[in-house]
């Protein structure tokens, strides 16, 4: 019965989330990327790290689709075997997020008082670094490098989460249903864990994919001021920062990694996007 | 509104003294001893204790924190380890550059948004509405770095319209005026993006109002219930946003003034963290978080003029 009932939900939620055609064309371009990061050693021409320093920025070329770095080496190779770096970028920092945030909120909005005051007291100052300063400011304490961009993206996600959270616990738990566990002797973790948790999925799953996007552009942000990926890492960041010094003679060196991101975060915008109308379409328009 | 207003600075104290905590923590997270960090490789045991000592690190730390919130109340942020002067001097020299970066930016995103959030809204799922929200997205997905870059090479290397770097003079000279036109537009595009899709939705809103209907009811012409009517009730939260907006934009502007080479602070704060200079970082961080919180009160108190309906009790 219970199973019918998912089932019936997933159903329709299926049906909206098809309806709209960007999503699912996002979805398509985020599997395809899983699909290239997975199998890129038999999918890219040549050794992302091999130098040639005849073909140095050479432009594209039946040889070279995209044509090679300043170090003569193959751009679309170097594209492919980035995009384990930034899907694994994305997700690491979002799951910190999403963890640490998810937590706080929930022990925010479900135990209230003192502890909640203090939690999103937190929150709120950590909002007051407008944009990507707050992980700008932590990378400078932690150092350069792939690891620490991940930590710093991830804590600066945490306060959106624990909003998010603290906002959904709040409303679940005034509902009768909840009421009624905690009249029949349920305890807290069976409350949070039974009732709660299933509440908090569709928003922070939207708001995990609408920060896989946001995370993606913030560590190539990272990377391209030099305080990310280190060279000779593939990293798309990384790439139009070192392109940045040849704009004017080769900007390919620029256009292709740039694009590789840019594509990667509209479809994980246009899937959020449509998670959100598909979850609850009161938010359409 | 007075009672609110006071309401809010007190609430605004603990927010401060946490981005003063964050911002002083930074020193302090550093892996290692920070002393030994700015003494370099090659530097000897009593090199780094004279620093150590020199920087107070060797206090403890609730005192080092009391010793740095008394300067700061004084207007001191210490001084930058590389050019030895008061790290505010600095900032002060390099924030009307970041600042007029900033308004240009919105300047330039509000003369982009809002017509077009308002034909998209009233061509709502025609090919217009179509393109220009799929182009509001790809705005949102941009990195900045990239557009600042790709603008570079097309419009001051291909076709020599704009200077490629650089801040060429106040921007009321024409030579200065050309130098924010790139940077403002590469900082502008994503909060362009933004209000656009906000423009739509909050004009689509509106328009679904009883009033609304009632003066169409009245045979009021189109163009006046658009303009007269919803437009204007549109517009508050759009205004919100574009105050906050502002405030993000400060942040944004670390990246795009890298860029473009801007003489402004996000530049100098990124420089700083290379030459790991830790109070220039600390300072700067700081000094535009305050900012920002400070903006974000003024759009809040702001809010509450323009919209009537808002009350503070």
Redesign the interface.
């Known amino acids: 019965m219970e199973d019918s009932g998912i089932r019936g939900q997933l159903n329709v939620f299926w049906r909206r989330f098809r309806k709209n055609r960007?999503a699912v064309l996002g979805a398509i371009i985020i599997l395809i990327t899983i699909i290239t990061a997975i199998a890129a050693p038999h999918i890219a021409p040549y050794d992302p790290y091999e130098q040639n320093w005849r073909n140095r920025m050479d432009p594209p070329s039946s040889e070279h689709w995209l044509g090679t770095d300043q170090h003569g080496r193959d751009q679309l190779s170097r594209i492919i075997y980035g995009s384990r770096l930034s899907l694994t970028i994305g997700l690491i920092s979002v799951a910190i997020g999403l963890l640490g945030g998810g937590f706080l909120g929930l022990i925010a909005g479900y135990y209230g008082g003192v502890l909640e005051n203090i939690i999103m007291?937190?929150m709120?100052?950590?909002m007051?670094?407008?944009?990507?300063?707050?992980a700008?400011?932590?990378?400078?304490?932690?150092?350069p490098g792939l690891f620490n961009v991940m930590i710093a993206v991830g804590i600066w996600s945490i306060p959106l989460f624990a909003r998010l959270v603290r906002g959904t616990v709040l409303s679940v738990k005034e509902n009768d249903f909840i009421q009624g566990a905690r009249a029949l002797g349920a305890r807290n973790t069976r409350i949070l864990a039974r009732h709660i948790l299933p509440n908090i999925v569709p928003p922070v799953l939207v708001l995990s994919t609408l920060r896989l996007?946001t995370a993606l552009?913030s560590a190539?942000?990272l990377s391209?001021?030099?305080?990310g990926a280190q060279p000779p890492q593939p990293d798309w960041?990384a790439m139009?920062s070192q392109?940045?010094q040849h704009?004017?003679t080769s900007?390919h060196l620029?256009?292709y990694?740039?694009l590789a991101?840019?594509l990667l975060?509209?479809s994980f915008?246009?899937v959020g996007?449509g998670l959100r109308d598909a979850l609850d379409p009161r938010l359409k328009? | 509104m007075f009672n609110y207003f006071l309401r809010r600075l007190i609430y605004l104290i603990p927010i401060l003294i946490g981005v003063a905590l964050i911002s002083f923590m930074i020193m302090h997270l550093i892996p290692g001893d920070p002393a030994r960090v700015i003494a370099g490789v090659g530097a000897s045991p009593e090199d780094v204790a004279a620093i150590r000592a020199r920087l107070g690190l060797d206090r403890p730390l609730h005192e080092q924190f009391g010793t740095f919130m008394l300067g700061l109340l004084q207007g001191d942020l210490g001084r930058s380890l590389r050019t030895r002067q008061p790290v505010l001097g600095e900032i002060q020299a390099r924030f009307f550059a970041t600042a007029s970066l900033a308004l240009f930016a919105m300047l330039f995103s509000i003369l982009i948004s809002i017509p077009l959030g308002v034909l998209a809204a009233t061509k709502q799922y025609s090919i217009f509405d179509n393109i220009s929200m799929l182009g509001a997205i790809g705005g949102l997905s941009a990195p900045s770095f990239w557009l600042g870059l790709m603008l570079m090479y097309y419009l001051a290397f291909a076709v020599q319209i704009f200077p490629p770097s650089g801040m060429a003079g106040m921007p009321w000279t024409l030579e200065g005026f050309k130098s924010y036109i790139l940077p403002s537009i590469t900082l502008g595009v994503p909060s362009a993006a933004m209000l656009a899709r906000l423009t739509r939705s909050s004009v689509l809103e509106v328009l679904r109002q009883d009033y609304i209907r009632t003066a169409r009811a009245k045979g009021t012409g189109e163009r006046v219930v658009l303009y007269r009517h919803a437009l204007k009730n549109a517009l508050i939260p759009i205004i919100t946003m574009a105050g906050i907006q502002l405030g993000y934009l400060l942040g944004g502007a670390v990246v795009v003034e890298t860029v473009f080479s801007w003489p402004g602070l996000g530049r100098y704060i990124v420089s700083a963290i290379h030459f790991r200079d830790f109070p220039v970082v600390q300072g700067g961080v700081m000094f535009l978080a305050l900012t920002f919180v400070f903006l974000n009160l003024i759009v809040d108190i702001l809010y509450g003029i323009i919209d009537p309906r808002i009350r503070y009790d």
Not at chain 1, 128 to 134: D, E, R
Not at chain 1, 136 to 143: D, F, S
């Open positions: 960007g007291r937190v709120d100052i950590m007051a670094f407008p944009g990507v300063l707050l700008l400011a932590l990378v400078a304490a932690l150092g996007a552009l190539a942000a391209f001021l030099g305080l960041g139009l392109g940045r704009i004017q900007p620029s256009l990694p740039g991101i840019m975060v509209l915008n246009m996007d328009n």
